[in-house]
C-alpha cells in the first residue's frame, strides 16, 4: 500500500508539475494578444481549464498524499530527518508560486494583467529550479 500510495504521489507531482510549467509559457503569448480579440479569449479558456482541472486537483492530491506518507504511515522522523524539513519548505514555495500563477490568471481573465513578457520567462524558471532541488533532495537525501 505504501509503494502503491508513493506511485500515486508521484503521479500527482507530475501532472501539478505540467501545470506549473506550462501556464507561464500560455502567459508569455497571451501578453501579445490583443485584448478582446479570439486569440486571448482562447488563451482564458486554456488558462482556466489548466488551473482548476489539472492543477488545484493535483495540488491537493500532492499535498495530501505527501503528508500522509510523512505522518500517517509515517516514513519520516521529523527529529532526525533534515532534508524532508527543507523540502516542506521547497514545496512550500513551489505552492506560493501556484498561488502567484492562479493571481496572475485571475487578472488575464478580466484584462487586466501589467506584467510583460519577460517577467513571465524570468517567472517561468522559478518553478524548474524548485523542483529539481526538490527531486535531488528526496532521491539523495543528503542531510
Ligand atoms: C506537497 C507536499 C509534499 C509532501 C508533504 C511530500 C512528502 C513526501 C514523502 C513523505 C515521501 C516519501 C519519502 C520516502 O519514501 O522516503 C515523498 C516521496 C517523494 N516525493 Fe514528495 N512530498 C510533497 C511534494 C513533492 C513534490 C512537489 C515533489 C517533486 C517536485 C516530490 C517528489 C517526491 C519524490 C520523487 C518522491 C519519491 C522519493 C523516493 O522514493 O525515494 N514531492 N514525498
Same mark, same amino acid.
Given at each position: ?18 501545470? =506549473? +510549467?506550462?501556464?507561464?509559457? /500560455?502567459?508569455?503569448? $497571451? ?7 479570439? #486569440?486571448? &479569449? ?45 523540502? =516542506? +519548505?521547497?514545496?512550500?514555495? /513551489?505552492?506560493?508560486? $501556484? ?7 485571475? #487578472?488575464? &481573465? ?34
Amino acid at each position: 500500500m505504501y509503494l502503491f500510495l508513493k506511485a500515486i504521489h508521484i503521479i500527482a507531482i507530475i501532472s501539478w508539475m505540467a501545470g =506549473l +510549467l506550462y501556464l507561464p509559457r /500560455l502567459f508569455i503569448y $497571451h501578453v501579445s494578444a490583443k485584448k478582446g480579440s479570439d #486569440k486571448s &479569449e482562447t488563451f482564458k479558456l486554456m488558462e482556466t481549464r489548466l488551473m482548476r482541472v489539472i492543477m488545484n486537483p493535483a495540488m491537493i492530491v500532492s499535498w495530501l498524499l505527501g503528508l500522509y506518507l510523512a505522518f500517517g504511515v509515517p516514513v519520516v522522523d521529523m527529529k532526525t530527518d533534515m532534508w524532508f524539513h527543507i523540502k =516542506l +519548505l521547497l514545496v512550500l514555495g /513551489l505552492t506560493a508560486v $501556484h498561488m502567484m500563477m492562479a493571481g496572475f490568471r485571475k #487578472k488575464f &481573465e478580466n484584462d487586466a494583467n501589467e506584467k510583460s513578457e519577460k517577467y513571465f520567462r524570468i517567472f517561468n524558471e522559478v518553478p524548474t529550479v524548485l523542483m529539481i532541488l526538490i527531486v535531488l533532495l528526496v532521491v539523495m537525501k543528503p542531510f
